[in-house]
Each structure stands twice: as structure tokens, then as C-alpha cells.
């Protein structure tokens, strides 16, 4: 897993501990949910973090005008957005999908022409508009949206759960294959704590957290993630268990070369022990599996 400053912070309360420290770089890391769960919050407080931190955005709607973008923090709070869109600092790009002739090509070449100067955060909201999920190229088409975010920075994409709720449908379930996270909100109207909750459905490469988050939308704030300390303590690494790891590293020594690459595996699953059950049997039974004929390799 990559250290935390490797990382991309979500800008969101209570998450980065959850997610080994916020979203890795250069990835496409998508929000999905119903309406009125807070998935636009999410969008314009990673926007908001970042651009409080002397970084640059831009920002594709594909609902919302910068008027309305503007009105909206403004309600809740966020105030210094008007100055990063006067010092040009957010950009905001508000198109029509059905203006669109080519959206993989549209949208990519408009990433290309439109991005400002050293700007590595990009937001889209929603991608799902019907003009970009054709039955025949879904998968190409994104693949190549995709490809430029990726080599741009990190990005936050906004993805429309399906009224039906069928989460199986290729146009609406393609863009959380090919995403690197897939973040998931949810309104459940229970409420109770529990009346909004959150899972992290894939964080590619990471550890992160399992359950079922609780969070809130508070004035001022933005999403707040109300995971309890026993949460949070079951994506920590246990350090507990050091000396048995740093036991196995120090048998690695004598397996030569394979040893190199095995004692640094060794160290990687260190940093992603998160469980409370004691390590030995299993590095033990890597350790007998690994020295089968090492002594044969070169």
C-alpha cells in the first residue's frame, strides 16, 4: 500500500482514515448513489479541499451552470469559491450531453483544450448521461475518457444510480469496472444515525474499510463520516505484531535471491495487517511454501 503522502486527500471528514489515506494518484475514483444522498456535496468538497490547499480544478457539469454551482456553496457556507473562480483557480465547464457528437472524443479533446496550467484534479458531475453509453462501444468509449483523466491527475466522477435500482445494467455498472474506487452513498430514510450511510466499494491497491459508515451533511461542513473508533481501528495497521514480521524478514536473508522479493512482500503485508489475529501460522506457511528449491534458483 502507499505510504499517506502518496496520497490524495477526499476531502471528506472522517474518510482519508478509512481509505489508507484518501485516493491514490492519477486514478478515477467514482461516486455513486441515488438522488438527494449527497453525491454533488462529495463532489464540490474534494473540489473545495483541494483548491483551499493552492491547487487548481476543473470542473465539468453536465447539470449544473456556474451560477448554480456558485449558489449552492454559497448556501452551504463555502463563500471562498467565488474567489477561486475569479483568481482562475476553478474552472468550470457546463455542457449539454446531447451536444455532444462523439462524447469520448468530445470530452476528452474538451479535457485537452480546457484544463488550466499545472491543474491535476478534475471533477465530473454526473457521468451519466445517456449519449455516453452506447450498447455497442460503452466500454471503448469510457476506456478512452479514462486514459486522458488518468494521465491528468486525479479525478472524481459523479455516477446516477438507476431509478430502477438495477445495478447489473452495462451502461450503468461499465464505469465501476474501469474505476479505480467506487465510493457508495446511500439514503436509507431510517432517520436515525444510519439514515445516510456510505461504503467503500473498491479502493484498487489499498486497504481499506468493509462496513457500513454512517455520515451526515452538516452546514458549514459538507459529508462528515461518522464511522465509530472500533472502525477505524480495524483499518489500522497492528503494530503489535512487528517483531514476528521483522522475524520472517530475518529468515529471508538466508533464501537468496528469491529472499530480496519475498522480504519485501513480507513488509507490504506488515503495513496492511489489520486484523487482530496473530500473523505466525501465516508466515510460516509462506515461508515453507517460498523455500521449495529456492536453493536450485539463480
Known sequence: MLMKNDRVSTGIYGLDDLMGGGFRENTINAIRGGTGVGKTTFALQYTLYSLNRGEKVLFISFEMSEKQILRDCMDMGWGEIKDHIEKENLKIIHIFGEDLTFPSLDLAEMIRTSIPYNCHKIVIDPLTHPTFYTEKEIRKSLSTIFQELRKI??????????????????????????????????????????????????????????????????????????????????????????????????????????????????????????????????????????????????
Open 153 to 298: 491527475g486525479t479525478s472524481v466522477i459523479v455516477l446516477e444510480e438507476p431509478a430502477n435500482g438495477n445495478q447489473t445494467h452495462e451502461a450503468s455498472a461499465m464505469p465501476l469496472y474501469l474505476s479505480d474506487t467506487v465510493i457508495y452513498l446511500q439514503n436509507l430514510g431510517f432517520g436515525e444515525l444510519y439514515d445516510r450511510t456510505l461504503r467503500i466499494m473498491k479502493h484498487r491497491g489499498s486497504k481499506h474499510g468493509d462496513s457500513i459508515y454512517p455520515y451526515t451533511i452538516e452546514m458549514g461542513m459538507g459529508i462528515v463520516i461518522r464511522a465509530s473508533d472500533k472502525q477505524i481501528d480495524r483499518v489500522k495497521p497492528k503494530n503489535i505484531f512487528d517483531d514476528m514480521f521483522n522475524d520472517a524478514i530475518e529468515k529471508t536473508r538466508s533464501m537468496g535471491v528469491i529472499g530480496k522479493s519475498l522480504s519485501a512482500r513480507i513488509e507490504l503485508l506488515q503495513k496492511n495487517w489489520t486484523r487482530d489475529e496473530d500473523p505466525t501460522e501465516v508466515l510460516k506457511l509462506v515461508l515453507r511454501e517460498e523455500s521449495k528449491g529456492y536453493g536450485k534458483r539463480t
